[in-house]
């Protein structure tokens, strides 16, 4: 694997310990006693890390592969559009 490889799992091993510790707070009695604005942007804080982990396994998972992701954009209604990766065939 190339250095810049090694980052990228770095970087996803690190944002998944913080993304675990996260929820485990969202999860727990300290999060109640947040206020509404603060919770929701923690709320929205998770959604992103997800986002980005799910961003750097897709990377992740290229490196070791010779398959190139192709974005399949689903849009339900009344939700953002995010794209979900499937394998080219």
């Known amino acids: 694997m190339e250095a810049y490889q090694e980052r990228?799992?770095?970087?996803?091993?690190?944002?998944?310990t913080k993304l675990t510790a996260l929820t485990a707070f969202l999860a727990g009695?300290?999060?109640?006693?947040?206020?509404a604005r603060d919770l929701s942007h923690l709320v929205h804080q998770r959604r992103a890390m997800l986002e980005y982990c799910d961003i750097l396994d897709t990377r992740i998972?290229?490196?070791?592969s010779d398959i190139i992701p192709v974005p399949i954009i689903d849009v339900p209604d009344?939700?953002?559009v995010i794209p979900k990766w499937k394998d080219a065939k």
């Open 29 to 35: 009695d300290s999060a109640k006693a947040l206020s």
């Open 78 to 80: 009344s939700q953002p």
């Open 8 to 16: 990228v799992v770095k970087e996803r091993d690190e944002l998944h």
């Open 61 to 64: 998972h290229c490196f070791t």
